[in-house]
């Protein structure tokens, strides 16, 4: 991670990207693939396109492959426009799909295919495709036909194979589609490790949106021929900028309402700030209003100091060994930010990292559903949501419970399963609390 | 008991089809022409007991494949029939390619049509094929009439009853043979392979060469062979279409047969033809079981 934080290029004005888009469209026939995309890629990037079939990702690789023209716009690589430049002109090289390996030739011939239409003499021919066959560790196969060696070889030998002519740019369409899980794995490291080593400019092409977030330096998130979001993985992972990109990567739980500001700088739903910063000892109920209070408030002071806050339904005070085990969680909530007001029956929304301009809008907030703590007692959080377990999906490592809430809004909570099935405290339809800090989600527009 | 059953049927139909007819003509071969119904001797006699059939044995002999060596119209003819089938082969193999190339590159939805197309011509009767082409052919003939309409030619062409025409006809014939396998090879062809070539530096042309022909290897390989075999004793074609000159094994053989004959020296030059054939039904063969363990992978 350390490494890839320094590596930024497209943050530093004084580099100039490798790959330009500027303003290209490609249509076949009335389908628009491509709408009108501009897009800069630097050197040395691993850039993912990722998006679901149909969205032009393969179309705007394919471009940069030479294999289909631009309807209208250019595309310039190291600064030359591309659009008349054949396939076989280009310094751009690409790693089929299907692999494409040339099935009457050894592996050695396949990846000494490129050398031998160039001008390089045989020794040298020769002295490359030794470095490439040890690069991918296939020196025992190089006399072998491609059908006489596995899925994972193949993979190898294509990517050999195209990186063998030294391309500025490689091309990676869904390179690792027909392999196995586990072997994906170990190659997506394995493709990580060679561009590092050789220092070439890779896009790659996939669906896989855990593939894209383990390669790639950025991820650009498409959809119907225009680019969504391009960011580093984390940040497309942790604050997608529409709930498209929210949805397309991962597991999301989208939740409408209309946000206000927040009127305090106190946290809501915890008494004492301060208590809460050192841990919290005593929880004696805070003075409530009684009706005439809450008249007032309603009638006379919502417009100056905003709505009143409904304090959610009190327990009596944790015992110590609730208290005990909930310090560790202690959160408190940041100052700031804005109140996500999304159903009557519930208490409102805390989102500390909210955009205060944005005060008034009708806006969708996006939670991960690991984010989100599932627990029997209420919680010492920010958030707490009170629902009753639905479902439950058992997938090993971590359990995902399906809660709805009062009024019926279904919500996703994932949990790692740190104890054994067999001592999972928390049952089919179980009333729960579902908590999360003030900053876990975010507010998105559309 | 099942499996032996089920591996039988075809052995069976091979010695009853193929061996059986095969031993009786190469016996023929070994007998003598005579005056007689059949026409050679000796006949096998089993009721003359175990001598008869010694004596039987006794009469066979090489005489006839002898006779093939002294006179000098048989190792002519097999040359000319070699000749022929090559050079029919070639021009098949030129016209061929080109058209499975473009059925196999054409729209999906149209290849059904273009195959049956090719297919097309086997609904009508071969001979009534053949008998087109004499009308075609000439002197008289709709190619010359056309020729001579069209200004091009002031004489007529002289093309039926010469070799042109059996090149023609040949051709003509054995187009579909060489198409269909040709075109199976390059439809299974992955078109990425061909952009994998361009993206690695291939000019089209080039990409054509090193990697479209050598992966329809083996369609070439079938198809020239599909043609290849059958033109070398072909006899229909070059009796109606060739001339007097047209020298062709299946001619020589079929003279001997019913012109002369002379059945056992037929026989003879039907052995021999079976032999120069061996090697090139070999080779096919070994080709199929190549492709079949290609594909097997």
């Given at each position: 991670?350390?490494?890839e934080?320094?590596?930024?290029?497209?943050?530093?004005?004084?580099?100039?990207?490798?790959?330009?888009?500027?303003?290209?469209?490609?249509?076949?026939?009335?389908?628009?693939?491509?709408?009108?995309?501009?897009?800069?890629?630097?050197?040395?990037?691993?850039?993912?396109?990722?998006?679901?079939?149909?969205?032009?990702k393969?179309?705007?690789?394919?471009?940069?492959?030479?294999?289909?023209?631009?309807?209208?716009?250019?595309?310039?690589?190291?600064?030359?426009?591309?659009?008349?430049?054949?396939?076989?002109?280009?310094?751009?090289?690409?790693?089929?799909?299907?692999?494409?390996?040339?099935?009457h030739?050894?592996?050695?011939?396949?990846?000494?295919?490129?050398?031998?239409?160039?001008?390089?003499?045989?020794?040298?021919?020769?002295?490359?495709?030794?470095?490439?066959?040890?690069?991918?560790?296939?020196?025992?196969?190089?006399?072998?036909?491609?059908?006489?060696?596995?899925?994972?070889?193949?993979?190898?030998?294509?990517?050999?194979r195209?990186?063998?002519?030294?391309?500025?740019?490689?091309?990676?369409?869904?390179?690792?589609g027909?392999?196995?899980?586990?072997?994906?794995?170990?190659?997506?490291?394995?493709?990580?490790?060679?561009?590092?080593?050789?220092?070439?400019?890779?896009?790659?092409?996939?669906?896989?949106?855990?593939?894209?977030?383990?390669?790639?330096?950025?991820?650009?998130?498409?959809?119907?021929?225009?680019?969504?979001?391009?960011?580093?993985?984390?940040?497309?992972?942790?604050?997608?900028?529409?709930?498209?990109?929210?949805?397309?990567?991962?597991?999301?739980?989208?939740?409408?309402?209309?946000?206000?500001?927040?009127?305090?700088?106190?946290?809501?739903?915890?008494?004492?700030?301060?208590?809460?910063a050192?841990?919290?000892?005593?929880?004696?109920?805070?003075?409530?209003?009684?009706?005439?209070?809450?008249?007032?408030?309603?009638?006379?002071?919502?417009?100056?100091?905003?709505?009143?806050?409904?304090?959610?339904?009190?327990?009596?005070?944790?015992?110590?060994?609730?208290?005990a085990?909930?310090?560790?969680?202690?959160?408190?909530?940041?100052?700031?930010?804005?109140?996500?007001?999304?159903?009557?029956?519930?208490?409102?929304?805390?989102?500390?990292?909210?955009?205060?301009?944005?005060?008034?809008?009708?806006?969708?907030?996006?939670?991960?559903?690991e984010?989100?703590?599932?627990?029997?007692?209420?919680?010492?959080?920010?958030?707490?949501?009170?629902?009753?377990?639905?479902?439950?999906?058992?997938l090993?490592?971590?359990?995902?419970?399906?809660?709805?809430?009062?009024?019926?809004?279904?919500?996703?909570?994932?949990?790692?399963?740190?104890?054994?099935?067999?001592?999972?405290?928390?049952?089919?339809?179980?009333?729960?609390?579902?908590?999360?800090?003030?900053?876990?989600?975010?507010?998105?527009?559309? | 008991?099942?499996?032996?059953?089920?591996?039988?049927?075809?052995?069976?139909?091979?010695?009853?089809?193929f061996?059986?007819?095969?031993?009786?003509?190469?016996?023929?071969?070994?007998?003598?022409?005579?005056?007689?119904?059949?026409?050679?001797?000796?006949?096998?006699?089993?009721?003359?007991?175990?001598?008869?059939?010694?004596?039987?044995f006794?009469?066979?002999?090489?005489?006839?494949?002898?006779?093939?060596?002294?006179?000098?119209?048989?190792?002519?003819?097999?040359?000319?029939?070699?000749?022929?089938?090559?050079?029919?082969?070639?021009?098949?193999?030129?016209?061929?390619?080109?058209?499975?190339?473009?059925?196999?590159?054409?729209?999906?939805?149209?290849?059904?049509?273009?195959?049956?197309?090719?297919?097309?011509?086997?609904?009508?009767?071969?001979?009534?094929?053949?008998?087109?082409?004499?009308?075609i052919?000439?002197?008289?003939?709709?190619l010359?009439?056309?020729?001579?309409?069209?200004?091009?030619?002031?004489?007529?062409?002289?093309?039926?009853?010469?070799?042109?025409?059996?090149?023609?006809?040949?051709v003509?014939?054995?187009?579909?043979?060489?198409?269909?396998?040709?075109?199976?090879?390059?439809?299974?062809?992955?078109?990425?392979?061909?952009?994998?070539?361009?993206?690695?530096?291939?000019?089209?042309?080039?990409?054509?060469?090193?990697?479209?022909?050598p992966?329809?290897?083996?369609?070439?390989?079938?198809?020239?062979?599909?043609?290849?075999?059958?033109?070398?004793?072909?006899?229909?074609?070059?009796s109606?279409?060739?001339?007097?000159?047209?020298?062709?094994?299946?001619?020589?053989?079929?003279?001997?047969?019913?012109?002369?004959?002379?059945?056992?020296?037929?026989?003879?030059?039907?052995?021999?033809?079976?032999l120069?054939?061996?090697?090139?039904?070999?080779?096919?063969?070994?080709?199929?079981?190549?492709?079949?363990?290609?594909?097997?992978?």
């Amino acid at each position: 991670m350390a490494q890839e934080t320094l590596f930024e290029p497209w943050n530093d004005p004084n580099e100039s990207p490798l790959i330009q888009f500027k303003n290209v469209t490609k249509k076949f026939g009335d389908f628009t693939a491509i709408d009108d995309l501009t897009q800069d890629i630097y050197a040395k990037e691993f850039f993912a396109l990722l998006g679901p079939s149909g969205c032009g990702k393969t179309t705007m690789m394919r471009m940069l492959g030479g294999f289909e023209t631009p309807t209208s716009g250019t595309i310039q690589i190291a600064g030359q426009d591309m659009n008349n430049v054949p396939p076989n002109k280009r310094a751009v090289n690409m790693m089929f799909q299907s692999y494409a390996l040339f099935p009457h030739l050894s592996i050695y011939e396949n990846i000494a295919f490129g050398l031998r239409r160039t001008d390089m003499a045989k020794g040298a021919i020769d002295a490359r495709v030794n470095e490439m066959l040890k690069l991918t560790r296939l020196e025992k196969f190089a006399q072998r036909k491609p059908h006489q060696i596995s899925g994972g070889q193949r993979q190898r030998v294509a990517l050999a194979r195209s990186l063998a002519k030294a391309p500025k740019l490689l091309l990676l369409d869904e390179p690792l589609g027909a392999l196995d899980k586990k072997l994906r794995q170990d190659t997506q490291f394995e493709l990580m490790d060679i561009q590092e080593k050789t220092g070439t400019t890779f896009v790659i092409v996939t669906h896989d949106q855990e593939e894209a977030m383990t390669v790639a330096s950025r991820v650009a998130v498409m959809d119907e021929g225009r680019i969504i979001q391009v960011a580093t993985p984390d940040v497309i992972y942790e604050a997608p900028n529409t709930t498209y990109v929210a949805d397309f990567i991962g597991d999301v739980n989208l939740i409408k309402g209309t946000v206000e500001l927040r009127v305090s700088s106190a946290p809501v739903n915890d008494p004492e700030p301060g208590a809460v910063a050192e841990n919290i000892v005593d929880e004696t109920p805070s003075p409530q209003p009684n009706k005439l209070g809450e008249w007032i408030h309603d009638k006379l002071l919502s417009p100056i100091i905003g709505e009143r806050i409904e304090p959610i339904k009190r327990l009596p005070p944790p015992s110590t060994a609730e208290l005990a085990a909930s310090q560790e969680k202690m959160q408190t909530a940041q100052d700031g930010g804005l109140l996500l007001n999304w159903s009557d029956k519930n208490p409102t929304i805390i989102v500390s990292n909210g955009d205060e301009t944005k005060d008034g809008a009708t806006l969708t907030f996006a939670i991960r559903p690991e984010k989100l703590n599932i627990s029997k007692t209420k919680p010492d959080a920010p958030n707490a949501l009170q629902g009753k377990v639905i479902d439950i999906a058992y997938l090993g490592n971590v359990s995902t419970y399906y809660v709805e809430l009062i009024g019926g809004q279904m919500i996703k909570a994932q949990m790692a399963n740190a104890r054994r099935l067999a001592r999972r405290d928390i049952t089919w339809e179980d009333d729960v609390w579902v908590s999360f800090t003030d900053t876990a989600g975010v507010l998105l527009e559309r | 008991m099942r499996r032996f059953s089920l591996i039988a049927v075809p052995y069976i139909w091979l010695l009853a089809l193929f061996l059986i007819p095969f031993l009786i003509v190469l016996k023929i071969s070994l007998s003598d022409a005579a005056l007689a119904i059949p026409p050679y001797a000796p006949q096998l006699d089993f009721a003359g007991g175990w001598g008869a059939v010694k004596a039987f044995f006794a009469d066979l002999d090489f005489e006839n494949f002898e006779f093939l060596t002294t006179d000098d119209l048989y190792w002519k003819a097999y040359l000319s029939s070699l000749k022929i089938a090559l050079i029919s082969t070639g021009f098949t193999l030129l016209i061929g390619y080109p058209i499975a190339y473009s059925m196999a590159r054409a729209a999906p939805e149209w290849r059904p049509t273009l195959l049956m197309l090719v297919i097309l011509p086997f609904w009508t009767s071969f001979l009534i094929r053949v008998y087109a082409w004499m009308g075609i052919l000439s002197n008289e003939g709709l190619l010359n009439q056309f020729l001579l309409w069209s200004g091009l030619i002031s004489e007529p062409l002289t093309i039926l009853n010469t070799n042109t025409a059996v090149y023609i006809g040949i051709v003509y014939t054995y187009l579909p043979f060489m198409i269909l396998p040709i075109y199976s090879a390059l439809e299974k062809m992955d078109d990425s392979l061909l952009e994998a070539a361009e993206d690695l530096g291939c000019s089209r042309t080039s990409a054509f060469w090193l990697v479209t022909v050598p992966l329809s290897k083996t369609g070439i390989i079938a198809g020239c062979l599909l043609v290849f075999i059958p033109t070398l004793g072909e006899f229909v074609i070059p009796s109606l279409l060739g001339g007097s000159q047209t020298l062709m094994i299946g001619k020589v053989l079929w003279e001997e047969f019913f012109n002369n004959r002379d059945w056992p020296v037929a026989s003879a030059v039907a052995i021999i033809l079976l032999l120069i054939l061996i090697i090139p039904i070999i080779l096919f063969q070994r080709n199929e079981q190549k492709q079949r363990e290609a594909e097997g992978q």
